[in-house]
């Protein structure tokens, strides 16, 4: 089974199709019923394979390899009477750790949360996210030792939306100091333990510029090399990160967190490349998943004693319609593709899990 993973929009999360396999169809632009010359291998996926980018931007996630991948034994040479190629796809959801700052005031905290629940309850019903979360700092002083620990206060698992938002009720913003670049770079440790084949992503939210230097355990009060440490932590390459300001306004401030936002990879365009928590519309388009599917898959040329292929799509017949409205139909004259057509095509891009099998009918002596 080959992997569909999601390009998001960021107008990215992100449709990564990945898999080890022979036989490979041209590339469709999403909902598009023509093959273009997308290159060997890749399916539904434009030009920057693996992309999850807003309108102005593309941010490449990883390439695939074969976006559609036969489970049986693909046919070369001759058609084989009765033979059948199967092809299986899933999309997989998206896993996102939020990296909460707790060292804001009261009005600040009301603001971060409401935004947040608002956000990750509608991905997380229209685009299956799993979300984690771990708040910062942990109670004590200011840039003291116990402030970051390998503490995650909801995993990143099935359900996790509730959790995330009972998390967040439950909370307080009492914490002291901003500790920026030990947060991170203990969430980054847990979700690259995380094991589960999602794409994984994090995002850090907080309403100022770094204020404590160094790693857990050894943090110290040092703003300048507080921001360096942040920028070297948010810029490594494991997994990409966005940044929602809240409450900022403070010109240094602002400079700090659009530093952090370009080296985490997901830099709104303009003067303020953070995502500001007081609207949110911006940050839930970048976040909604946008996919390029195909809808055309590769055939071998039929033989006289063949009469036809029977193509059937999560166990439906699909049938044939030479019209291409509603149904499947050869591509060209060559008869090496077939293309899926109207609600055949629109059941296959809007399906999480897919199965498409040609089955090579034979004419009886």
């Known amino acids: 089974m080959f992997q569909w993973y999601r390009a998001m929009r960021i107008a990215a999360l992100a449709l990564v199709a990945v898999a080890a396999g022979a036989v490979a169809g041209g590339a469709c632009s999403r909902r598009s019923l023509q093959a273009d010359d997308g290159g060997a291998g890749t399916i539904g996926l434009d030009a920057a394979a693996g992309t999850i980018g807003s309108d102005a931007r593309k941010i490449e996630v990883a390439p695939p390899t074969d976006a559609w991948m036969p489970t049986d034994a693909p046919i070369v040479g001759d058609v084989n009477c009765g033979s059948t190629v199967t092809f299986q796809a899933k999309k997989l959801p998206i896993d996102l750790l939020l990296v909460v700052d707790r060292s804001v005031d009261q009005a600040t905290w009301n603001q971060m949360t409401s935004a947040l629940v608002d956000l990750t ?3 997380d019903t229209l685009y299956r996210y799993r979300w984690g979360l771990k708040l910062f ?4 002083p200011a840039c003291g030792a116990g402030t970051v620990t390998n503490k995650i206060d909801v995993p990143i698992g099935d ?3 509730l959790r995330l938002k009972v998390a967040l009720a439950a909370a307080t913003p009492t914490g002291n100091g901003t500790p920026t670049a030990a947060a991170l770079t203990a969430a980054r440790a847990y979700l690259g333990a995380v094991a589960d084949e999602n794409p994984k992503y994090m ?8 204020t404590c230097a160094g790693t857990a355990g050894m943090l110290t009060s040092d703003p300048v090399q507080a921001q360096a440490d942040a920028i070297a932590a948010i810029a490594r390459e494991s997994f990409s ?3 929602m300001g809240a409450g900022v306004t403070a010109p240094g401030d602002v400079d700090a967190l659009n530093q952090l936002a370009v080296a ?3 830099p709104r365009a303009g003067s303020i490349n953070f995502f500001p928590s007081s609207d949110i519309t911006e940050l839930r388009i970048s976040l909604t998943p946008m996919w390029d599917y195909t809808c055309t898959f590769p055939v071998q040329p039929v033989r006289p004693d063949v009469v036809s292929i029977f193509v059937t799509l999560n166990g439906a017949v699909v049938p044939y319609d030479e019209t291409r409205q509603n149904g499947w139909a050869y591509t060209d004259a060559s008869h090496t593709s077939l293309s899926l057509h109207g609600a055949a095509c629109d059941q296959l891009t809007s399906s999480w899990e897919a199965e498409l099998k040609i089955t090579y009918g034979c004419l009886l002596l």
């Open 121 to 123: 309850s509608e991905l």
């Open 137 to 140: 700092p942990e109670d004590g």
């Open 159 to 161: 359900g996790d939306y």
């Open 203 to 210: 995002m850090l939210v907080t309403d100022g510029a770094p």
């Open 241 to 243: 990160t966005f940044v």
């Open 264 to 266: 985490g990879g997901y």
